[in-house]
């Protein structure tokens, strides 16, 4: 069990296109950014929002990968960790 003490925001794809998707999510204000993007965890509703956006807007195997991310208990409730390696930007809520 994780206790980290998360923070609440908003994050989108950063990809140039404001119709992505913007979701609710957590950041670690410890290790919040990877190479200057965000570094967000989701949790289950949101995580399955973004997947079945990633199955229609992407090609490829990036939907599949995604579903690979297993939750983490952190803070009380199971969030799924998608830093590290995709360019996401915190929005204000």
Request: charged share 25%; proline share 4%.
């Given at each position: 069990?994780?206790d980290i ?5 908003q994050?989108q794809?950063?990809?140039?296109d404001?119709?992505?998707?913007i979701?609710?999510?957590y950041y ?7 190479n200057g993007f ?5 949790d289950r ?5 973004w997947?079945a ?5 992407y ?6 990968e ?27 809520i």
């Amino acid at each position: 069990m994780k206790d980290i003490k998360l923070k609440a925001a908003q994050f989108q794809m950063d990809c140039g296109d404001e119709e992505l998707p913007i979701l609710f999510g957590y950041y670690n204000p410890s290790d919040r950014y990877w190479n200057g993007f965000a570094n967000p965890y989701l949790d289950r509703a949101n995580r399955d929002a973004w997947i079945a956006f990633s199955k229609i807007f992407y090609e490829g195997d990036v939907a599949k990968e995604m579903e690979t991310i297993e939750p983490q208990w952190i803070d009380g409730k199971y969030l799924y960790y998608f830093g590290g390696g995709y360019t996401w930007h915190e929005r204000s809520i």
